[in-house]
């Protein structure tokens, strides 16, 4: 990440510390969400999507990953409203139909933020996930997801109107840095570490992309519940940027 400007959004400073993301609904699309697990603490409701857009009750996480990237989100945000959007059902595949979807969903379940720790590589998709996620972000909810991972450019998470999110081993894990790149690219970075587990080594955990997405949505729904109108990528990026520190590019 050498040569960024970055700055760093820290959980105990700023205009986050006061806030535990207190009724920001976050929509958690994933393998569904084991909602009595300890570190997620329940959820408020959700759905499972089919392949073919088709809907069911059935949002119990069979896989873990949703679980894992719900309770990263609850330990940022204990506050915030989680709602599970399952489109993986015994493995973690999907299609666009179901990715657009689950977008739709959260938007019309007036989500706030739409977590999607995942994504898909393929350019044949892009015009539809854009669609979605811009008419999602004209009815209030944004989406959080991975902008590029490993030199792939992750969709939507690389579309303009998503908030993109980048992979930074060496950020905090109570931080995201807010960065633009030599090409002028908002983004943020995070810890690709999850919530973790107590005597489980962090290098048998589960880790990478998928929870530097989470970490991110836990942090902005802090920021949001602390600046409930900044309404578009662009607003919540500047109002982060202003409250984050200036950390050295080189560090």
């Known amino acids: 990440m050498e040569g960024w400007e970055q700055r760093e ?9 006061e806030h535990d993301g207190k009724d920001i609904r976050i929509a958690v699309v994933d393998s569904g969400v084991h909602a009595a697990h300890p570190h997620v603490g329940g959820v408020a409701g959700g759905v499972a999507i089919g392949s073919d857009g088709s809907e069911a009750d059935d949002y119990v996480d069979w896989l873990g990953h949703g679980t894992a990237v719900a309770a990263a989100i609850r330990e940022k945000a204990p506050g915030a409203e989680l709602f599970a959007v399952k489109v993986f059902g015994d493995r973690l595949a999907t299609n666009c139909d179901a990715l657009v979807r689950a977008i739709e969903w959260a938007a019309e379940h007036e989500a706030r933020l739409v977590n999607l720790s995942l994504g898909t590589s393929n350019p044949a998709h892009e015009a539809r996930l854009a669609a979605a996620v811009k008419e999602a972000a004209e009815r209030g909810a944004l989406v959080v997801s991975a902008r590029q991972s490993d030199g792939v450019r992750w969709l939507p998470g690389s579309i303009p109107g998503a908030i993109g999110v980048l992979l930074d081993w060496s950020c905090p894990r109570h931080a995201v840095r807010v960065g633009t790149d030599h090409q002028g690219a908002r983004t943020f970075l995070a810890s ?12 048998r955990n589960l880790g990478g992309i998928s929870f530097a997405v989470a970490n991110v949505t836990g942090v902005l729904a802090r920021l949001i519940e602390a600046e409930p109108k900044a309404g578009s990528p662009g607003q919540v990026f500047e109002l982060a940027r202003r409250h984050a520190v200036l950390r050295p590019a080189s560090q």
């Open 9 to 17: 959004l820290r959980l105990d400073d700023g205009a986050v510390v």
């Open 192 to 203: 690709g570490f999850p919530r973790p587990i107590p005597g489980v080594s962090p290098a």
